[in-house]
């Protein structure tokens, strides 16, 4: 593939995206495929030595606030008609709660999720807390109940350093996860809701 057939294929994927950002990436790529080709790689070496135009795409899209791709998908491509306007004013009390409600919805998803993150670790805080305490009332005792005291606040402490690693891949796991929604978010706004 040669810098033309490149650079073409780059702006064809980064077809959803604001005409000027288009440009600079498209400058941006043109200008690293010329500098290679001063350093004396041939023009096709200097092309396949930046990777596939579909991941780079993706990491441009990635890269590009998701408020700058909203903009950039509902800015009118022209003006609206009389009719039009008539119907979005008569349909806002349809249109309005609805688009509501679908925010709420997806507010509520989102605090569940980092609400059971929390949860968990609350859980793990209060297992230590019961488990240094067990240790401190241990002494307050005699006889078999030290040993008692002892070896259920140990117990307690070891769930807690256990339940410490479950607690961080379940925030790794829900940031991933969540990083994964908008990255699905980001490509359904540039492509249009043609599946990537």
Same mark, same amino acid.
């Given at each position: 593939?040669?810098?033309?057939? *490149?650079?073409?294929?780059?702006?064809?994927?980064?077809?959803?995206?604001?005409?000027?950002? !288009?440009?600079?990436?498209?400058?941006?790529?043109? $200008?690293?495929?010329?500098?290679?080709?001063?350093?004396?790689?041939?023009?096709? $070496?200097?092309?396949?030595?930046?990777? +596939?135009?579909?991941?780079?795409?993706? #990491? !441009?899209?990635? $890269?590009?606030?998701?408020v700058k791709l909203?903009?950039?998908?509902?800015?009118?491509?022209?003006?609206?008609?009389?009719? $039009?306007?008539?119907?979005?004013?008569?349909?806002?009390?349809?249109?309005?709660?609805? /688009?509501?409600?679908?925010? =709420?919805?997806? *507010?509520?998803?989102?605090?569940?999720? *980092? +609400?059971?993150?929390? +949860?968990?670790?609350?859980?793990?805080?209060?297992?230590?807390?019961?488990?240094?305490?067990?240790?401190? !009332?241990?002494?307050?005792?005699?006889? =078999?109940?030290? *040993?008692?005291?002892?070896?259920?606040?140990?117990?307690?402490? #070891?769930?807690? !350093?256990? /339940?410490?690693?479950?607690?961080?891949?379940?925030?790794?796991?829900?940031?991933?996860?969540?990083?994964?929604?908008l990255r699905g978010?980001?490509?359904?706004?540039?492509?249009?809701?043609?599946?990537?």
């Amino acid at each position: 593939m040669n810098k033309t057939q *490149f650079l073409a294929a780059l702006r064809k994927e980064l077809a959803g995206l604001p005409q000027e950002d !288009i440009e600079q990436s498209i400058d941006f790529y043109g $200008e690293m495929i010329d500098d290679r080709v001063e350093e004396g790689a041939s023009e096709e $070496e200097a092309v396949a030595s930046l990777g +596939s135009v579909r991941e780079i795409a993706a #990491g !441009i899209i990635a $890269e590009t606030p998701l408020v700058k791709l909203v903009r950039a998908r509902v800015k009118p491509q022209r003006r609206l008609r009389g009719g $039009e306007i008539a119907l979005l004013i008569l349909g806002a009390p349809l249109w309005i709660p609805l /688009l509501i409600a679908a925010l =709420a919805v997806i *507010f509520a998803v989102y605090v569940s999720v *980092f +609400s059971i993150v929390i +949860s968990v670790g609350a859980v793990d805080v209060a297992l230590f807390a019961c488990g240094l305490g067990g240790i401190l !009332i241990a002494f307050t005792y005699s006889g =078999a109940l030290i *040993f008692f005291f002892i070896g259920a606040a140990l117990v307690l402490l #070891g769930c807690a !350093i256990f /339940l410490v690693y479950g607690v961080r891949a379940l925030f790794c796991v829900t940031l991933v996860w969540g990083k994964a929604i908008l990255r699905g978010i980001k490509s359904f706004l540039v492509k249009g809701g043609k599946t990537v």
